[in-house]
């Protein structure tokens, strides 16, 4: 199973793709995480990526491109992946998809998770609160000003894949905005009607 998901920041990227690799036996590879662990560790990707993390800004797409597509090899040699976050715009989507057809990938669906505004917002400006869980980079980007630009990011740049992969016959639209199990439930049942995978 090859997986992506792009929705927008708040909408359950992670919690989902933390169900959807342990149900799939896939590997969860978000870009998110895999930077923050970068910024934490104090490595040199990580020192240049933290002003735009901390901004809320997208990272230049070739900083992150390298280091996904390395995780994306590993993790399909292991059985399958789930992106997290991956492509965010479209010239990172037009990089996969070179990448894909290159090695002779096939992504099984991308998976899109609609979510009111009021309802992203209510949920990060919630989650800003919430501790720091052990083992997890910081997050430095859920203060109430670099939340609004994270989703104005997202309308600008990554909202356009929607149609991109829709257009290739590829896009899983879901209610985001029902409870974590039933998001679940809906993307188990939309991926099962298109892979023979249970
Ligand atoms: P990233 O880490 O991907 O953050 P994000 O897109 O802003 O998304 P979040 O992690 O905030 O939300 P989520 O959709 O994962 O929701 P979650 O499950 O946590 O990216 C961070 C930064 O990294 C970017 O701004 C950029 O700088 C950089 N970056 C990453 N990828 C990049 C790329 N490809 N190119 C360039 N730069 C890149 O849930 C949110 C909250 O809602 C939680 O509290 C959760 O418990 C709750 N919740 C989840 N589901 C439900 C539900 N169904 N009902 C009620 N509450 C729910």
Redesign the pocket.
């Known amino acids: 199973m090859r997986l992506l998901?792009i929705?927008?920041?708040?909408?359950?990227?992670?919690?989902?793709?933390?169900r959807l690799a342990e149900r799939y036996h896939i590997e969860h590879i978000?870009?998110?995480?895999?930077?923050?662990q970068q910024v934490a560790a104090g490595t040199p990707l990580g020192e240049q990526?933290r002003e735009?993390?901390d901004?809320?800004?997208?990272?230049?797409?070739q900083?992150?491109?390298d280091a996904?597509l390395a995780a994306v090899v590993e993790a399909d040699h292991r059985g399958g992946f789930l992106l997290?976050?991956?492509?965010?715009?479209l010239a990172?989507a037009e990089q996969a998809q070179r990448w894909a057809a290159s090695n002779g990938v096939a992504i099984d669906g991308a998976i899109y998770?609609d979510?009111s505004r009021d309802?992203?917002l209510r949920?990060?400006l919630?989650?800003g609160d919430?501790p720091v869980k052990v083992g997890k980079g910081a997050?430095t980007?859920?203060n109430e000003a670099?939340?609004r630009h994270?989703l104005a990011?997202?309308d600008a740049q990554?909202q356009p894949l929607i149609d991109y992969y829709r257009g290739r016959g590829l896009l899983l639209a879901i209610n985001?905005?029902?409870?974590?199990d039933?998001?679940t439930t809906d993307i188990v049942g939309q991926l099962s009607q298109r892979t023979p995978t249970p």
């Open positions: 998901l929705a927008p920041p708040g909408s359950g990227k992670g919690t989902q793709a933390r978000s870009t998110g995480e895999l930077l923050r990526a735009y993390l901004r809320g800004d997208l990272v230049p797409d900083m992150i491109s996904v997290d976050g991956y492509p965010r715009n990172q998770l979510v309802e992203l949920r990060l919630g989650r919430e997050r980007d859920d670099t939340i994270r990011v997202y990554t985001g905005e029902q409870s974590v039933q998001v």
